[in-house]
């Protein structure tokens, strides 16, 4: 009996230790596949961090450029007028207005255009960052559900 039950503990024990093994091959299965997913959520990242840096620098030059152009008088920025009689109080006649589409127009201040073209840079740039952010909280949330 003695080997009897020796024999059925050996088994008991390799059968244990089989299962200790497949347990240990399981987590580190699943240890590399979640480096791998997390591995390619933070190229995905990278890649769109890049692209929103590139889109931001784009939108930056292009707001110099348009502060030059306007600084030099290259461009001028002007505002519709309301017509005669429309009651809206601004003035409809300007000694630098000018008909652009029959609609009577006033120039701006080249100061105040470019305080305008500031204000909406900073905007423009604001909004950058918030879709970069929003797509940056769509990438985490999305790899987090699997």
Known sequence: MDAEW??????????????????AVAVINWQEAEQERRRALEDQLQAKDKTHHQELTNAQATQARLRDRLATSDLRLSVLLAAPGSG??????SSTS???HGAARGEL???????????TGDGDEGLKALQACQSYVRDINSASRY
Do not use: L, M, T, W
Not at 110 to 119: K, S
């Open 6 to 23: 020796q024999a059925k503990s050996a088994k008991q024990a390799r059968a244990f230790q089989r299962e200790r093994e497949a347990g």
């Open 109 to 119: 201040d080249p100061a105040a255009a470019q305080r305008i073209v500031a204000i």
């Open 88 to 93: 809206s109080g601004v003035p409809a006649a």
């Open 98 to 100: 000018g008909v652009v």
